[in-house]
């Protein structure tokens, strides 16, 4: 318990703060000063670290480094040239230079741990001067009392006072708005400061009034506290009226105040003002003599007195006195021109101040002239301290008005005395010093409250000095005392004292208010923190007189001495021994104990041996002297050592309990070889062992000091064990039970000791069964073992007392079978809350058959209630393995993974009746099992045989993937046989809405994976149910869907094309192929839903059962029951959609440009992204022409591009199922333009010509058989055919001679008519020529002979056989 230094708030946005007061200077000055100052200095750092000794050091952390950076300080001593001010609250700083200011007010955040922090952020800026050339020169924050009944000391609202060089003082609100100005002298502001309301400690003490003082350099303003507030809260309510009212704010009457012109004195720098005081008759007498001479006459009773103390030169220091009533109060001309109702003539004459009825020139003719300033009342000095070489620097006033320190350009500190009026102590070495006091009260102990209670508490007085040129923060007690405290800070720190607290306090309104201010703060501007000082009451003791500063001495040295490593033990103990004995205070020596048991590095022999010799001392002392809190601390510290020590020698012995005969479990192997193939599989994923600390290992020794901070000892002699983090109650029960669960201890006298200790059988329960599942692993290593001594364990701890109720009604649930039931129901450890379970139900059983054979009845009710609870619950967790060995099954590499989730039967009934399938969904995601894989292995549920099929692979592929067979195989079988356990959890149904859900989930996520979402709807066609179908496929629709097909529709719309991928990311949220993939899923999602929703009537809805053992789920709904909760939809508005989605896939796979709304009439735009379970009006009725060709056009387009996208004529591998190849494009066109009112045949004769023009002869040929206008189609393929022989006999790179003999052969019309062909508008012009002669056979076949060119299509037909045969 020493000085310390508390850091209580940082400073944000400093860098901010000095960027806008220096903003206008360059930074070459100061980094030139600062050079010079560091030439200039010299390195103390020798004497400085030699003189400090042992006195505590501050270490900078890590983090005021990192603040450093931001702070904006970097080394420079800017705050040394700028005027600072705190408020007493610390919950307003201002920082000012020349004319201009900032405003830091407090602010909470959460730092990086997430503990709440103040800090002090940049609230306002800007210019406070007003007059031309003036600067700030003075700056003070007075925190003002709410007057609200409900306050308990918090300030209303802080007033900033600003003193400048021009004698304006103006008050400021926290945000910058200024409440009132006055000219109350024609000289320079010097100091401003600031009396408040301080409850009296002693009767005899004077109660001191409330005031604001203002020094200038030969006067002093005095402003009654009283009355500043009132006008203050006056201003203040007016300001925001007017704010409020938009109105302009009217000018306040100004302050009442008292002037004293300071005589006798050369200069002055700094003032207090230490209040009223009244001279005793002898003082009195005294002065009066020396004053008046021996024929003086002295008044009846003493008058009261002012006493203001000055610091400069010519004196040194100067005492004034002002006695009470010598000078009235001073009003401006202009307020009793008000008072008195004089003519406006007046008011023109008299100065500025008031603002009432006046206009806006006579407004600015009297600011202009400066406000009259009243004379100011002489004062004479009544003595100083002269010292004609020495020049005072400031003064600063102790909270008790008894003490002064000032500072001089000597480098000297003065400790005055003002009532006696001389210094009485003085401080070398200290240039450039700031001076800050510090009250501390006294601790009031256990004995204090006492009778004396009552009587005011002592206060210590302590003076602080910050010295910047060394760097140094000292405390000194008052008035002869030591150096208490030494920190090294920085150079350039602020300390910050106030000196008074908050304003509008009297002695009935702080009745039970906690005023808390910050005495003293230092404000560090390269870290930007603010520390106060912690000081202790008993470091003002003198050494002789406290003991309670030679019994901290003494724990000083005990903690010195446990913290040295190489004393040795005999050395140790006898030397802690003595110290803890020496120790006085009873208070202080049980703090030795404790910190003497909570040290890791005393060995356990020793603590014994130094508890009890303190054990005994006490017991030998007078009962009355001893502190009954000390000794019961003694006495049971010393019981915990023992039972610690009995345990430990019980582990460490030699000889084992022999396990009875009669301990053999019945029933339990079989029960073990039944759960024996699914505890190896469970064992086998078990997480790997990872690295991890010597120290955290569950076989590390449990020390002493862990042990006894977990125990602690009750009044009744029992002891009890306090339950803290998790990892601290294992490591208690891992030293009490596992090695009896090993078989290497002697388990019926460790639960003997323990039980003769006091713990309750049921904390011991609890840490076994804590032990049990926490060591899973080494349990699942030897089971049987572990399970025998477990059950030996159990009944051990049974037969306590206090364990199982005697008066137990067997028609009840036992607490203490229900203890071990929670805690297996609660565990994520499922094989070892299996093992616990069946050892457990084993005991329960044994001692209910005993206790109704003890009682000559039978009492089946109560066997069965009890024993029904534990068949349940054994068969939960039977459940539970499975299933948490399924989801222990590692993810194959490359899979997206995550982390394995802990299931227990508690989550599992949490989670609803479909708990159990999103663990399995879940589980199904992070092993990448696609859709159809998962329908393959639920098929085996019925059919056995399909394993063949699934295990036919080449024998190549069987070499390679063979270790990877094994494992899919071994997991196919997991998922069987948890799904044989949950028949109706895991149906195929529920299972795959579960699976589907999950898959749009993480769709959701991420958007980009469109594989997600086409596995999600590929999973919701696996579903046999259309009602669950149809629900699934609507709450997809509407939280997923809807709202990115509408943000892909609008983009779309707004481009007028398939938009590029920034835009796609920017509206849509995903890339232009993941887009694509979207809406593809979009139609295949709609299409369900119709589906679904033609067969809901033919189809009654599915019952949806759970298994009897997990009846008792509560939690959310699962998703088929959701689904089932649906409403219907209505078909024609989802057909709509499917409609716009068909087109948006389209446009956006082959590239078409298109404004989807305008393929609609505004019947149809309307209906859009409506919810599909209204009715809304839809389109109907033929469509305007101008609308089908749009439409006509587009569909058009969209053929095109497919066979664009299929132009390879010479592959004749099969077309993919999904993208721009997919063979349904051309089907779905067709579907589409049925819908779209545009004419299928001219789609197909589109289709076909593109076919020829692509040079895919054979795919046009099957279309062309659904031809239904072969006119039409037979003159658009003449033309095609010609342009495929013009470009073979004109405009082929080869031409040979028989083709030209060919052409001069052919009749002239012919001749003509292929030149004039253009086979640029072929696609693929080249084409064999066996090709064209079918073509033009088949146009033979669909021409009719009485067209107008079927003579024409004979002339080809001729010319194509004569090329064919020459070739």
Not at 35 to 62: F, H, I, R, V, Y
Not at 944 to 965: C, G, L, P, S, T
Not at 978 to 997: E, G, I, M, T, Y
Not at 1104 to 1129: F, H, K, N, T
């Amino acid at each position: 318990m020493s000085c310390s230094l508390f850091e209580f708030c940082r400073l944000q946005e400093f860098k901010t703060v000095r960027d806008f007061l220096f903003r206008n200077e360059k930074s070459e000055p100061v980094e030139e000063k600062s050079q010079t100052d560091n030439e200039l200095s010299w390195d103390t750092s020798d004497w400085e670290s030699a003189w400090e000794g042992g006195d505590k050091k501050e270490e900078e952390s890590t983090s005021d480094k990192k603040v450093a950076d931001d702070a904006g300080g970097q080394g420079e001593p800017w705050l040394q040239d700028c005027v600072v001010s705190l408020s007493p609250c610390a919950d307003l700083l201002v920082v000012a230079r020349e004319q201009k200011a900032a405003f830091l007010s407090a602010k909470w955040r959460t730092d990086d741990s997430g503990r709440e922090e103040m800090t002090l952020g940049v609230s306002w800026t800007g210019t406070l001067s007003t007059e031309e050339g003036e600067c700030v020169s003075s700056t003070i924050c007075i925190p003002l009392a709410s007057q609200k009944r409900s306050s308990t000391g918090r300030p209303d609202w802080t007033c900033v006072v600003v003193g400048f060089t021009s004698g304006y003082v103006r008050f400021y609100t926290e945000s910058g708005v200024l409440l009132l100005a006055q000219l109350l002298h024609e000289d320079p502001v010097l100091r401003l400061k600031c009396r408040t309301y301080e409850i009296p400690r002693h009767p005899g003490v004077t109660e001191q009034h409330e005031e604001l003082s203002i020094l200038y350099p030969a006067a002093m303003v005095t402003i009654d506290g009283f009355s500043l507030f009132q006008s203050l809260r006056a201003c203040r309510n007016q300001v925001a009226r007017a704010a409020a009212a938009g109105n302009d704010v009217i000018q306040p009457p100004p302050l009442a105040y008292k002037k004293w012109g300071l005589q006798e004195m050369d200069t002055i720098v700094d003032h207090s003002s230490v209040g009223i005081m009244t001279l005793c008759v002898f003082d009195q007498m005294k002065n009066a003599s020396i004053l008046g001479g021996f024929n003086a006459s002295v008044k009846g009773s003493p008058p009261a007195m002012s006493q203001y103390v000055t610091v400069g030169s010519g004196p040194y220091t100067g005492f004034y006195y002002a006695i009470e009533g010598s000078s009235q109060p001073l009003l401006s001309h202009v307020a009793m021109a008000v008072a008195s109702k004089l003519t406006s003539a007046l008011f023109s004459a008299a100065s500025g101040w008031l603002g009432w009825n006046k206009n806006k020139n006579e407004e600015e003719a009297l600011q202009k002239q400066k406000p009259k300033v009243e004379p100011a009342t002489p004062l004479s000095i009544r003595f100083g301290l002269p010292d004609s070489r020495r020049h005072g620097e400031s003064i600063c006033l102790s909270p008790c008005n008894t003490l002064a320190g000032v500072t001089d350009d000597f480098g000297r500190v003065t400790l005055l005395d003002l009532a006696r009026g001389i210094a009485i102590r003085m401080w070398k070495g200290y240039r450039d010093a700031q001076l800050g006091w510090l009250q501390v009260p006294e601790e009031r102990s256990e004995r204090d409250l006492s009778p004396s209670a009552s009587l005011p508490r002592r206060h210590a007085l302590f003076l602080v000095i910050y010295a910047p040129r060394r760097g140094i923060l000292e405390v000194w007690a008052m008035q002869q005392g030591p150096r208490v405290g030494a920190f090294t800070v920085g150079k350039h720190c602020r300390l910050l004292y106030a000196g008074y607290r908050l304003m509008g306090v009297n002695s009935v309104t702080s009745q039970g208010w906690q005023l808390h201010t910050q005495q003293v703060c230092l404000l560090d501007p390269i870290t930007g923190a603010l520390r106060t000082v912690n000081i202790p009451f008993h470091l003002a003791l003198s050494d002789k007189k406290s003991e309670r500063a030679k019994d901290m001495h003494l724990v000083k040295k005990l903690t010195t001495l446990l913290r040295s490593r190489d004393t040795e033990l005999d050395i140790l103990e006898s030397e802690a021994r003595s110290i803890l004995l020496d120790i006085k205070h009873p208070a202080v020596k049980k703090q030795a104990l404790e910190s003497l048991l909570s040290n890791k590095n005393t060995p356990v022999s020793c603590l014994v041996n130094i508890t009890r010799a303190l054990d005994d001392t006490l017991k030998r002392q007078e009962p009355e002297e001893v502190d009954t809190g000390l000794l019961q601390l003694c006495s049971s510290q010393l019981k915990l050592l023992q039972l610690y020590t009995d345990i430990q020698q019980l582990h460490s012995a030699t000889d084992v309990e022999e396990s009875a005969e009669n301990d053999s479990l019945e029933g339990i192997e079989e029960e073990l070889s039944r759960v024996a193939p699914t505890l190896q599989r469970y064992a086998q994923f078990t997480p790997r062992p990872s690295v991890s600390f010597a120290q955290d290992s569950p076989d590390s020794p449990l020390p002493a000091q862990a042990f006894l901070s977990q125990l602690e000892c009750t009044e009744d002699e029992e002891v009890k064990v306090i339950r803290r983090s998790e990892t601290e109650w294992n490591q208690l029960g891992n030293f009490l039970f596992w090695s009896c669960l090993c078989g290497k201890s002697p388990l019926h006298k460790v639960c003997y000791t323990l039980q003769q200790a006091g713990i309750s059988p049921q904390q011991l329960l609890s840490l076994l069964l804590s032990v049990w599942l926490h060591r899973e692993k080494e349990v699942l290593q030897k089971p049987e073992e572990n399970v025998r001594n477990l059950h030996r364990l159990l009944v051990a701890l049974s037969n306590m007392k206090g364990a199982v109720e005697e008066s137990w009604d067997p028609q009840s649930i036992s607490p203490w079978w229900q203890q071990v039931r929670t805690t297996c129901v609660q565990s994520h450890n499922a094989a070892a809350a299996l093992l616990a379970a069946l050892v457990t139900h084993r005991a329960a059983k044994a001692s209910i058959t005993s206790r109704a054979d003890s009682k000559f009845q039978s009492e089946w009710e109560a066997v069965s209630l009890e024993l029904e609870q534990w068949v349940v619950c054994v068969r939960q967790l039977e459940d539970v393995l499975v299933l948490q060995t399924l989801l222990l099954v590692p993810p194959p590499p490359g899979a997206t993974g995550g982390a394995t989730v802990q299931c227990s039967i508690k989550t599992l009934l949490e989670g609803g009746t479909g708990g159990i399938a999103d663990s399995v969904s879940k589980w199904v995601f992070r092993q990448d099992i696609s859709p159809e894989r998962l329908k393959e292995i639920l098929q085996k549920r019925g059919n056995k045989e399909a394993d063949d099929n699934v295990e036919q692979r080449d024998e190549e592929e069987r070499h390679e993937k063979e270790k990877n067979q094994e494992d899919t195989d071994r997991t196919a079988e997991l998922l069987l046989a948890l799904c044989q356990r949950f028949p109706h959890s895991l149906s195929p149904d529920f299972l795959f809405a579960h699976c589907c859900w999950e898959y749009v989930v993480q769709w959701n996520k991420d958007p980009e994976e469109g594989r997600y979402l086409c596995w999600s709807v590929e999973h919701l066609k696996m579903v046999s149910s259309p009602h669950i179908q149809q629900g699934v496929c609507t709450m997809m629709w509407s939280t997923f869907i809807v709202k990115r097909l509408s943000a892909a529709t609008f983009l779309m719309e707004k481009v007028g094309k398939a938009p590029k991928d920034r835009l796609c990311r920017r509206d849509v949220g995903m890339g232009d192929k993941a887009m694509t993939s979207f809406l593809g899923c979009c139609v295949q999602l709609l299409n369900i839903l119709m589906e679904a929703d033609s067969a809901v009537e033919e189809v009654s809805a599915p019952e949806l059962s759970i298994e009897e053992a997990w009846s008792g789920a509560e939690g959310p709904a699962s998703i088929a029951e959701l689904a089932l909760e649906q409403r219907g939809v209505h078909y024609p508005l989802v057909q709509h959609h499917c409609l716009l989605a068909s087109l948006l896939h389209a446009a956006m796979t082959f590239s078409v440009k298109v404004k989807p709304f305008s393929l609609f009439d505004s019947k149809g735009k309307n209906a859009f992204f409506r919810d599909l379970t209204t009715i809304q009006l839809m389109p109907s009725g033929d469509m305007d022409p101008g609308l089908v060709s749009v439409r006509q056009e587009f569909l058009l387009r969209v053929l095109t591009g497919w066979v664009q996208a299929i132009d390879d004529p010479s592959s004749s591998t099969p077309l993919p199922s999904s993208g721009p190849k997919a063979e349904w494009w051309p089907s779905l066109c067709l579907e589409l333009g049925s819908l779209l009112q545009v004419n299928p045949d001219i789609l197909r004769r589109h289709l076909v010509c593109e076919l020829y023009s692509q040079g895919l002869d054979l795919r046009a040929e099957e279309v062309m058989l659904e031809v239904e206008d072969k006119d039409v189609l037979g003159s658009q393929l003449l033309v095609l055919t010609g342009q495929r022989l013009s470009y073979s006999l004109l405009h082929s790179q080869n031409q040979t001679q028989a083709a030209m003999e060919l052409l001069a052969r052919l009749p002239p019309t012919l001749c003509t008519w292929l030149k004039a062909m253009d086979p640029h508008e072929l696609r693929c012009p080249l084409i064999p020529l066996p090709q064209t002669s079918r073509l033009v056979g088949r146009l033979i076949e669909i021409l009719p002979e009485n067209h107008a060119q079927y003579s024409l299509a004979l002339h080809l037909l001729e010319a194509v056989e004569v090329l064919t045969t020459e070739d």
